[in-house]
């Protein structure tokens, strides 16, 4: 095997992991922490998101919102899903299953560019 034959090869099976670990950690989200939060909006009245989505992008945003600190790229100034709100619904597991779908999420993009810088 060449040198680049060898990267080619960790970064594709890098790649396959972030995607599965995405994969498994988007559902995973979805389902115990996002909607447990969701419906502790819906009872306080606070819920502004859960009616719009387009191809589940709404876990990422819960997932942004939960995992970052407040700050500019995560402020409470956003139309779609005050994350000050959202963290007062956020549970320490919470923040563990989004710190996985963020992390995963963007390690997979990361793979993605540089295997397109490198190559």
Do not use: H
Not at 4 to 17: A, D, K, P, V
Not at 35 to 60: F, L, Y
Not at 92 to 107: E, P
Request: aromatic letters at 16%; one cysteine or more.
């Amino acid at each position: 095997m060449t040198e680049s034959e060898i990267e080619f090869s960790l970064l594709s099976n890098l790649f396959g992991l972030m995607l599965v670990s995405s994969v498994i950690s988007w559902l995973i989200f979805a389902m115990f922490s996002m909607r447990p939060i969701e419906r502790k909006m819906r009872a306080a009245q606070k819920d502004t998101i859960s009616k719009w989505d387009g191809p589940g992008w709404r876990v990422m945003w819960y997932a942004w919102a939960i995992f970052l600190p407040i700050c500019g790229f995560n402020n409470s100034r956003d139309p779609l899903l005050n994350p000050v709100e959202v963290k007062k619904y956020a549970s320490r597991k919470d923040w563990w299953l989004a710190a996985w779908v963020f992390l995963s999420v963007y390690l997979m993009i990361s793979t993605v560019i540089i295997d397109f810088i490198f190559s």
